[in-house]
Nanobody, 126 residues
């Protein structure tokens, strides 16, 4: 499975961005993959942002983004999205899309994910 993110860029605080992640080389139907978003700021470890499970589409988010970020998926297009509203300078990071093997539960550790995109830079100015 290959993942490709897009949609990053430069935004002022309070603005919005939508990241997209398209999966290719999918062996099983995309709806069977739990998908997540992570981010890594300079000098910091990669951290969980949010994830959406296979099947039910259950979602969970890091406390730092709850109420501001929303994950969604379009299984027909093999795509997962991260809508980011009310952006803050501390949201500045490289954002990564990640996927787990089929039928895997929602997870919060990056080591639980098997597939990764290259990342897309998001920069928020104050």
């Amino acid at each position: 499975v290959q993942l490709a993110e897009s949609g990053g860029g430069f935004m002022q605080a309070g603005g919005s961005l939508r990241l997209s992640c398209v999966a290719s080389g999918v062996t099983f139907t995309f709806s069977l993959y739990t998908m997540g978003w992570f981010r890594q700021a300079p000098g910091k470890e990669r951290e969980f942002v949010g994830a959406i499970s296979w099947g039910s589409g259950r979602k969970d988010y890091a406390d730092s983004v709850k109420g501001r970020f929303t994950i969604s998926r379009d299984n027909a297009e093999n795509t997962v999205y991260l809508q980011m509203n009310s952006l803050k300078p501390e949201d500045t990071a490289v954002y990564y899309c990640a996927g787990r093997t089929v039928y895997s539960d929602l997870a919060y550790r990056d080591t639980a994910y098997d597939y990764w995109g290259q990342g897309t830079q998001v920069t928020v100015s104050s």
